[in-house]
Nanobody, 119 residues
């Protein structure tokens, strides 16, 4: 199960940090691919960032063009989370953010967390 948190209303230029907690699966023991997506009303779902587990060898970290240079995705093995930080947020970052994690043949999704950026 994945549970996102950290969504909030912030002002343009602020930073926001989102957390995706994985329960029941110690991610440090598995090979996984983790992604953060976002979807704004009336728009298609957009990949924000992608990170592979360090096992067996970490692939390239991928960022969407709209957040490149402002976003950072990382895992926290102690907290068992996949985190996303976006700096210098813009009103166009307003969306519901979803966490996705693929472990083997299974794909897990969180329920989403809302980020709203005011001008």
């Amino acid at each position: 199960q994945l549970v996102e948190s950290g969504g909030e209303t912030v002002q343009a230029g602020d930073s926001v940090r989102l957390t995706c907690a994985a329960s029941g699966v110690p991610i440090r023991l598995y090979k996984w691919t983790g992604r953060w997506y976002r979807q704004a009303p009336g728009k298609e779902r957009e990949l924000v960032a992608q990170l592979d587990s360090p096992r067996p060898g970490r692939g390239p970290t991928i960022y969407g063009e709209s957040v490149k240079g402002r976003a950072s995705i990382s895992e926290d093995n102690e907290k068992n989370t996949l985190d996303l930080q976006i700096n210098s947020v813009k009103p166009e970052d307003t969306a519901t953010y979803y966490c996705n994690m693929e472990l083997g043949t299974e794909s897990y999704w969180g329920q989403g967390t809302q980020v709203t950026v005011s001008p």
